[in-house]
């Protein structure tokens, strides 16, 4: 076990989801349990198989981007941005007063530019391969969310894009916490963003048979549920701002919880499907119980992976037992993903947050619309309303295709440990 670990809290979030467009909206959202699956708007879906989708509502990019961060960036970056200066205003951070080679940017995507891509391509088609923009690669490519935001406040540490598909902004988080933790930096923004509820993400995924293609709203998304059919895609951003303790102390921060622990592991099973066994679930609970010094039976709330796809909640659900045991039978477990949809590498980072604010507020999201649970699904998926109970220690939990697994854990925060 190393010495000396220094401590990191959260002090400022940033988020764009489908049930809000800040934080302070998607926590109300979430704690009402709205649904934010809706028909699709993007595009024409209705002769198509899946009409459903999880998208924004209502946003102008406007408020808080400026014209030419639109115009030359894709949608990934773009809800990046927005949601990191909503978690920037947050934290009350101005980066004249820190040092900026001790600051980190630690933000992914699991697909990236992918409506860049595609119009990119169409484009091609149509005029020829000479008239691509000129700004193609730098909106497509994954990393340039992070260098997008490294750029806009002058931040001269690491800005590193961790890519583990489903699985990414958990992973960016953990790692970010690491360097805060072990000295490397002071401080880190840190998240994920997704962008691609388009007919070439949307039939891409659909080909693989993992999204849900029914019309009904209510019963699209419908975690650990014995009639669930495939999971909701989704779009949007979580930005977290974390800070080494007496870092954030000095500047008079508001805390709102700590980082304790993080694991990753890897299935090493199969490109798209989870070990049927969940041992690779299992362990990346386990490992990050062990790296927070916590014991298992201390957990209060998991944010479950909780995709609504017949194997992942399954398998899910059986590492949480096997990593639980019979305390897996008296913690609360929900998958907000039955409100917002699945947001790909978005997903660690919003999911996160809102694992943030349940340690903050003692507040348990719940589970729609999940009626009928499948028996081999069979914990407290704190079903149709949330509740107030006390929640001092939290796990959220990422799987992604390749086999990816990782968790974080978040504890109330105490002056005194």
């Not at 091609?124 to 000479?130: D, I």
């Not at 490109?271 to 990346?284: C, Q, V, Y």
């Not at 909780?306 to 399954?314: A, E, F, I, Q, V």
Request: hydrophobic fraction near 35%.
């Amino acid at each position: 076990m190393m010495q000396n670990r220094r401590r990191v809290v959260i002090t400022g979030l940033g988020t764009l989801t489908p049930v809000g467009n800040s934080v302070a909206s998607t926590w109300e959202g979430i704690k009402k349990g709205k649904n934010g699956i809706a028909p699709i708007t993007h595009y024409d879906a209705s002769n198509d198989e899946v009409k459903l989708a999880a998208e924004l509502k209502d946003l102008n990019l406007e408020d808080k981007l400026e014209g030419k961060e639109i115009r030359r960036t894709d949608r990934f970056t773009q809800l990046a941005l927005y949601a990191t200066s909503e978690a920037i205003e947050d934290s009350g951070l101005d980066f004249s007063n820190i040092n900026v080679k001790r600051t980190g940017v630690y933000y992914t995507s699991g697909i990236g530019g992918l409506e860049t891509i595609n119009d990119q391509k169409e484009r091609a088609m149509e005029k020829g391969y000479h008239r691509l923009s000129p700004f193609f690669i730098p909106s497509a490519i994954i990393n340039l969310a992070a260098g997008n935001i490294a750029i806009k406040y002058g931040i001269k540490g690491p800005a590193i894009s961790h890519v583990t598909a489903c699985a990414s902004s958990t992973n960016a988080l953990g790692e970010a916490f690491r360097a805060v933790r072990d000295g490397y930096l002071d401080l880190a923004i840190t998240g994920g963003s997704e962008g691609c509820v388009i007919p070439f993400g949307i039939f891409g995924f659909s080909v693989m048979q993992a999204l849900y293609r029914g019309a009904d709203v209510n019963n699209a998304s419908i975690p650990f549920d014995v009639n669930r059919g495939g999971f909701v895609m989704g779009e949007g951003a979580g930005t977290l701002i974390i800070e080494e303790l007496e870092h954030a102390k000095k500047r008079n921060a508001k805390i709102y919880a700590e980082v304790i622990g993080y694991a990753a592991t890897c299935d090493a099973t199969h490109i798209t499907g989870p070990d049927p066994e969940g041992n690779g679930a299992k362990d990346a609970m386990l490992f990050a119980l062990e790296d927070g010094e916590v014991n298992p039976n201390e957990v209060d709330y998991i944010n479950a992976h909780g995709t609504s796809t017949p194997l992942n909640d399954k398998v899910e659900t059986l590492a949480i037992k096997n990593a639980f045991g019979q305390h897996a039978y008296e913690l609360n477990v929900s998958s907000t993903k039955s409100m917002t949809g699945h947001l790909l590498g978005a997903t660690g980072a919003v999911e996160a947050i809102i694992t943030t604010l349940a340690v903050r507020d003692d507040f348990i999201p719940p589970t729609i619309n999940t009626k009928d649970l499948d028996p081999e699904c069979d914990l407290n998926y704190t079903l149709g309303k949330g509740l107030s109970k006390k929640v001092n220690y939290a796990l959220s939990n990422s799987l992604g295709f390749g086999g990816h697994n990782a968790t974080v854990v978040i504890k109330k925060y105490q002056e005194e440990v």
